[in-house]
């Protein structure tokens, strides 16, 4: 059994900051990729950023030079410093991360259960 937790959502105001982390538990062999997806009322699910286990990054467009992704392998954790934080953010963002385990050598897409972001103008 695998578990994804994230915390640190909330409410902030415009240009304000908050990070988001996420703790990957169970039977867990190696974690690929980790991410962090966010979907805002009525609009489709979209990515945020991405971290490879090497370290590699990707960010969508809209987040670049505001948001930033990092990992410790070690503890299997992923987090999301989000900076200059837009209303246009507002969402509920989830955690992704491609997980190996012994059942699943290949690896398997697994979720946390969301966290909502809301940021006031």
Request: charged residues 15%; positive net charge.
């Amino acid at each position: 059994q695998v578990q994804l937790v994230e915390s640190g959502g909330g409410v902030v105001q415009a240009g304000g900051s908050l990070r988001l982390s996420c703790a990957a538990s169970g039977n867990i062999i190696s974690i690929l990729t980790m991410g962090w997806y966010r979907q805002a009322p009525g609009k489709q699910r979209e990515l945020v950023a991405n971290i490879t286990s090497d370290g590699r990054t990707h960010y969508a467009d809209s987040v670049k030079g505001r948001f930033t992704i990092s990992r410790d392998n070690a503890k299997n954790t992923v987090s999301l410093q989000m900076n200059s934080l837009k209303p246009e953010d507002t969402a509920v963002y989830s955690c992704n991360a491609d997980i190996v385990l012994a059942q699943r050598p290949l690896g398997y897409d697994y979720w946390g259960q969301g966290t909502q972001v809301t940021v006031s103008s």
